[in-house]
Structures are given as C-alpha cells and as structure tokens.
C-alpha cells in the first residue's frame, strides 16, 4: 500500500513539475490546468444511546447523550496533464476529542486527538468516442472513493463496505462511499446508456489484509427517469499472504457479494418543475446479497449454555431459538426517497433499510481463535437483540447550501462504529445496536 502511494504521488509531483517547467519556458496555460479546491467543516453532535463493544451492562460502555465534535480540512490538487490525463491528490488534516477517557484523573486521555492522512491519490486516463457502439472508456488507479449508488446518504453502498464471513456491514458519518485501493475501468457503449466495469481492490479496511477482491458492474440507464444496473464481486478472491496464512485459513473470509441498485426521477415525466432542485424527488433502492452460501456464521450452543444461567427465565428468553439458514439473512434491504422541498432546503433524503441477519455486526468476529465466524453473544439479552430487534435501521439526511457554504444535518440510527482511547484491542462493533439507539450531527461546512 505504502509503495502504492508513494508511486502516485511521485508521478503526481513529476507531472507538475513537468507543467511548470514547460510553463516557465513560454506557454503559461499549463499553469492553469492545475487546480486547487476542497473544504473545511466543524461537525457537532450527540450519539443520543449507543453501546461500545460487547459489554452491555457496564458504565464504561455505554453511551448516552455524549457530545461529539470534529474539525476537518479537506484539500484537493488536480493536474489535468492532457486530454486525456488527470491526476488527483487528496489531503485531510481532522481534530476531534476522544469520546472517553480510560479514568476521570488521567488529563492526557482528554487531549484533542490531531490526525493527517492521504484521503485520495488516483491517475485517471478518460476518452470519448464518436463509434456507434463503444462511446468512452475511463480507467481509474489509486485510492479513490467508490459508490454503486450515487444517490446514497448514509446506508447502502455495500459491495466494498461490507464483509461476508463474518457477516457485517458499515456506514460512516456523512461519507457515504467506499475508500477502494486499485483499479477501476469502466467502458460506457451506446451513447453512455450502457456502462461496465472492472475493478480490482486491494483490502484494506477488513482482514485478512490486502488480499485482492475482483468485481464486474453492469449499468443501464435509457433515459433522465430510469437508472438500474448492480455489480458482482468475488470477496479475498485472491490471497496475498499466503505465506503467512495456509488457504485453508485464508478461504474462510472468501464469498460472492452481488448488490443491485435502482434510481427513479419522474421530474423529466412532468416537466416544468423548476421549483423542485435537481436532487429532489427521486426514489432509490438497493438490495445486497453479502454471501450466497447459508453458512452458519455463530456458535449457537452459546445460546443453550445462556439459558443455563439463567433458569429463572427472569428476561422471558428461555423460549429464544435461533432461526433457520436462510440467505434472506444475507440481504440488506435499503430503500431512499428525496422529498420535494420547494427549494427550503436542496436534500431532504430519508433512508430506511431491513437487514434480518441474527449476528453481531462485527466484522472481526472471532479472529483471535483463527474463524471466519461471528462472535456469540454473552447474554440471552444480547441474543435475543441480535436475532429480533436489530433489523431495522432509518436515517434522514439534510442538506442546505449558501452560496459556498453549507449546513447539513443527520439524524440515524445506522452501522457507524465509534472507537474510544482507552481500549487498546480495538471496537470492531457498531455502536447503535439496540432500537432506541441513534445519534445526531450539525455539520457547518464551507467549500473552497
């Protein structure tokens, strides 16, 4: 990854210096080529209920009405080298405070946390073609940001923000795309209605690290109204460590991933609805198949063991049965719609999505003991929230722009996951685990 990076940005600052060197030698439109933009914002909020890692019953980890607040700068640089050439280059520098210290006494664990990173780096080569067939072909390396469906706020978007085994999904605060390390091409045919892609990611978000996922997408979209398509990918398909870990290991984090996504804006039907902003009024939906064998993914004689514990069935779980396999289970479900706003705001996006999966959400599962399984729940109560009261999750999203700035507010209960500072293995869980779990943010942005 690292030599991955530094490879961009080493033909990143060759291209410039290249332009300015041209430039200094007579032709000053090169320099113009260049183009520097981003954003800045203050983010503040609560997570109004929630619940870290998977000791429920502790003081230490459990959230209510705890205040957030984040500051980020985000800078972009794009060299269009040629016609045909673009280079991009992302920076982001954030400060935020952690959520919780580890005691009271210790002032450190209170300290502002500061944090810079490369949020993109990525060559991109793109033509247009006058054939009655194959009309443009762009190719994208890097690390770049990557969405099946651009209409996505908050839930959705699982082919690369998700895992098969253990079955998880995952949602960031106001970041609705996937970060992707490798390569996408995508050919558009027939005046762009048809649209197909090859992608090779290199994983680096969820173990086992960086072996390479391969995925085909397939788009069509006939007109302004309709817009259907959904991509295929083949989850650590090809392992890069195997050295390091025997394939026997290695093919249990494998699955097939299909996600499909439909946009529909009947504005183009009625025309004349000038009042309405181009964002409004569209309905979307996605459905997701993370795994197409019905694997069982825990140790359900934990539940039995459960029961044992508590014979006085004092919660009324003693009856509590795990339910049969079913690739239903494997199926987040989300559903958007874009209300009309007349202009008051530009997005008034609400999102509602069904995801029956009877496992903790936890995409590190039992990695300790070397499975590719989720981790069981240590409470009948817990068991009965993973199977029962979990499924549902909503998220209304808002958006209003001044000129260049802007002010959004988010309101969910999703799959973000919040780390604290004093937990040194890590949270690989979402926080809002239970119904009543949710959270809130203003965010105050303003673009360069």
Not at 187 to 207: D, H, K, M, Q, T
């Amino acid at each position: 990854m690292k030599k991955v990076i530094a490879l961009l940005i080493g033909l990143f600052f060759s291209t410039g210096l290249f332009m300015t060197a041209t430039a200094e030698n007579g032709d000053d439109n090169l320099l113009s080529k260049i183009k520097l933009s981003g954003f800045g914002y203050y983010m503040f909020g609560q997570i109004v209920s929630g619940i870290y890692g998977d000791d429920w019953e502790a003081p230490t980890t459990s959230f209510e009405h705890l205040w957030l607040n984040t500051s980020l700068l985000h800078l972009n640089l794009e060299s269009n080298v040629s016609d045909w050439f673009t280079t991009k280059l992302g920076l982001e520098f954030y400060v935020t405070f952690p959520l919780k210290g580890s005691n009271a006494m210790d002032k450190s664990s209170y300290f502002r946390t500061y944090k810079a990173y490369l949020a993109e780096a990525a060559g991109i080569m793109h033509w247009d073609f006058e054939h009655p067939i194959l009309s443009s072909l762009t190719i994208k390396t890097g690390m770049l940001p990557y969405t099946i469906n651009p209409e996505v706020k908050t839930l959705g978007n699982y082919l690369f923000r998700s895992t098969v085994h253990p079955l998880s999904v995952q949602n960031k605060v106001d970041y609705p795309w996937a970060d992707l390390l490798g390569g996408v091409a995508e050919a558009g045919f027939f005046e762009n209605r048809v649209r197909f892609e090859a992608i090779l990611a290199s994983e680096f978000n969820y173990v086992p690290f960086f072996d390479f996922t391969p995925a085909f997408g397939l788009y069509y979209k006939p007109n302004e109204i309709i817009d259907v398509g959904g991509a295929i990918a083949f989850h650590h398909a090809i392992q890069a460590n195997c050295a390091l870990m025997p394939d026997s290991l290695g093919e249990k984090w494998q699955g097939v991933k299909l996600d499909f996504r439909a946009i529909f804006d009947p504005k183009p039907i009625f025309g004349g609805m000038d009042f309405l902003g181009k964002d409004q009024l569209k309905i979307y939906a996605e459905v997701a198949f993370l795994g197409l064998k019905d694997s069982l993914e825990v140790d359900t004689s934990q539940l039995a063991m459960q029961r044992t514990l508590d014979p006085s069935d004092s919660l009324g779980l003693n009856d509590l049965v795990f339910p049969a396999n079913t690739i239903l289970h494997r199926m987040p479900m989300t559903l958007g719609i874009s209300f009309p706003t007349w202009k008051i705001v530009d997005v008034l996006a609400l999102e509602l999505e069904w995801f029956s999966s009877p496992y903790a959400n936890d995409w590190f599962g039992k990695f300790d003991s070397q499975k590719a399984e989720a981790r069981a729940p240590s409470s009948l109560k817990q068991w009965d929230n993973y199977i029962n009261k979990d499924n549902f999750k909503w998220s209304l999203y808002m958006k209003k722009a001044l000129g260049k700035f802007e002010v959004k507010g988010i309101f969910s209960s999703d799959h973000t996951i919040y780390l604290m500072n004093n937990v040194s293995n890590g949270n690989f869980e979402q926080t809002l685990k239970r119904p009543k779990d949710w959270h809130w943010l203003i965010q105050l942005r303003y673009n360069l």
